[in-house]
């Protein structure tokens, strides 16, 4: 858990430019724009979709889209391990002994 609340702030401080400010936000901002992410010269070849769900980070700083990105992505870990948890059949996460409890707060 220590590990994934530390996610967002090394997402955020990391100067390295990668695919988000090459890739999702620049094709976001054509798809905002009303412009096709394929016309222009793009590096985004991923579906649509992605870019989609990345115009809301358009409208903020380039550090808060990392932030917020980044806990959409906490977010996303968090409900696939409880989804295979209960997939696997485990027990309700509140009604385990204290000692499992602290593993996972």
Not at 20 to 47: K, V
Not at 62 to 67: D, K, T
Request: charged residues 10%; aromatic residues 14%; hydrophobic residues 55%.
């Amino acid at each position: 858990v220590v590990l994934l609340a530390a996610v967002p702030w090394m997402f955020v401080t990391t100067s390295k430019v990668g695919e988000w400010h090459e890739c999702y936000l620049p094709a976001a901002r054509l798809m905002r724009d009303g412009q096709s992410i394929a016309a222009n010269s793009s590096n985004f070849t991923y579906p649509p979709a992605m870019a989609l769900f990345t115009i809301p980070m358009t409208f903020e700083s380039l550090a808060m889209s990392r932030f917020v990105w980044s806990l959409v992505n906490v977010v996303a870990v968090f409900a696939l391990f409880i989804s295979c948890w209960r997939l696997i059949g485990g027990s309700s996460l509140a009604k385990l002994p204290k000692t499992w409890s602290a593993v996972f707060l």
